[in-house]
């Protein structure tokens, strides 16, 4: 039997960006589908032993191990490097990251440098578009980054036509090697969490929406929470509950501001801010709302609106050109994300509905995550 191609995979729990750890751990599961002789070793680049055991025993991929990202595999050597680079930024021990055939996505750093292929993943490209949301540094950062990534012969891996082009129209003379790649989610059997308990852990109604998005500016809470109090005006209660991280360091007072609206114009029974929940209780949460609501302003390709195809679960969402090509031959409804009055309307319609329908006539999304972890090998080839 051939030797398996050996992929490092850069991974860290992070549930301030809980959607870069979704990535990693779905292309893992999407890898698990594929024919056992063409399933890659996998080298989980990750700095604490205990979320690869955590990957390793949830995800149940049979070839995988652990590399700690900083390359050091004796203790005293990471202690050392620790703390020569928090003082001089150089580490003393440098143990390079060795017998990878590629490594993904890539960060600059040269522990990770004798890979035979570096491929990177930018996620999206909102800072040159909705700059209000970030600060200077970050703005600076990223687009020093991407200057830099452009002009090489590495790899570059996009999640969808929308990002490539804005990525050609913001870098028309690129160097680099462009794929995109659609991710697709696979989820964790969530049907033994039982429904009626998760009502009363979170105080919910049995009939509502839910929005199932980190508190950050772009995502566009406020909107929803408008549609609900033009709601409210004409005698409808509908409850919403949102699920996600609750802080957003670019603006830490979004998610104050969001409270205030709440209090001000009296919509506690309405509304429901769960925070970060389990991800299993999350996706029953989703499964058996009404609809799933997606108001972002700005995506790279959602994971809430992979979630809800998945699910084949109804979708109120934002009417940007992502949504479009991540929705194609849908029964979505789109909306305008600045008009909460039409999103009332919506909404309302919704509740009018004797059934709410699925979101495709058939749902075939398992070709979906086949196709991710193929069109994968075939790009990191």
Not at 199 to 228: E, G, M, R
Not at 271 to 297: E, K
Not at 353 to 361: I, R
């Amino acid at each position: 039997m051939a030797e398996r191609k050996r992929i490092g995979l850069t991974y860290s729990y992070n549930e301030g960006w809980i959607g870069g750890t979704y990535y990693i751990e779905n292309l893992i599961s999407a890898l698990n589908t594929l024919d056992d002789k063409d399933k890659p070793h996998i080298s989980l680049i990750t700095n604490y032993k205990a979320d690869f055991k955590s990957v390793k025993m949830r995800l149940n991929y049979p070839y995988i191990s652990f590399q700690r990202a900083s390359g050091e595999k004796n203790q005293v050597f990471q202690f050392v490097n620790k703390v020569t680079r928090r003082l001089f930024n150089t580490s003393v021990f440098n143990q390079k990251i060795s017998n990878l055939d590629i490594v993904f996505p890539y960060h600059e750093c040269v522990q990770q440098s004798l890979a035979k292929k570096q491929f990177h993943w930018i996620a999206d490209f909102q800072e040159h578009f909705t700059p209000d949301y970030f600060d200077t540094k970050s703005i600076k950062d990223r687009k020093n980054s991407q200057i830099i990534l452009q002009a090489s012969s590495r790899h570059l891996i996009l999640s969808s036509d929308n990002a490539f082009q804005h990525f050609q129209s913001l870098y028309p003379l690129y160097k680099v090697k462009v794929s995109v790649l659609p991710f697709a989610v696979t989820h964790p059997d969530f049907s033994t969490i039982d429904f009626s308990l998760l009502l009363k852990k979170y105080s919910l109604p049995s009939q509502y929406l839910i929005c199932p998005n980190q508190f950050w500016k772009h995502k566009n809470h406020i909107t929803i929470l408008k549609a609900v109090n033009d709601l409210k005006q004409q005698g409808i209660n509908i409850t919403v509950a949102f699920t996600g991280n609750t802080s957003d360091y670019r603006n830490p007072g979004y998610f104050n501001e969001l409270n205030e609206y709440v209090e001000t114009n009296n919509l506690n029974d309405q509304i429901r801010f769960l925070g970060f929940i389990d991800r299993l209780d999350q996706l029953q949460l989703m499964n058996n709302a009404i609809a799933v609501v997606q108001p972002s302003l700005f995506e790279g390709w959602s994971t809430v609106v992979e979630d809800a195809k998945s699910m084949n679960k109804f979708l109120l969402v934002s009417d940007i050109d992502i949504h479009r090509e991540q929705l194609q031959n849908s029964k979505a409804v789109f909306f305008d994300p600045l008009n909460h009055e039409k999103l009332a309307e919506e909404i309302k319609s919704i509740l009018m509905t004797e059934v709410v329908p699925t979101l495709f006539e058939d749902n075939s999304y398992p070709l979906n995550i086949s196709e991710f972890a193929n069109k994968f090998l075939s790009i990191t080839r």
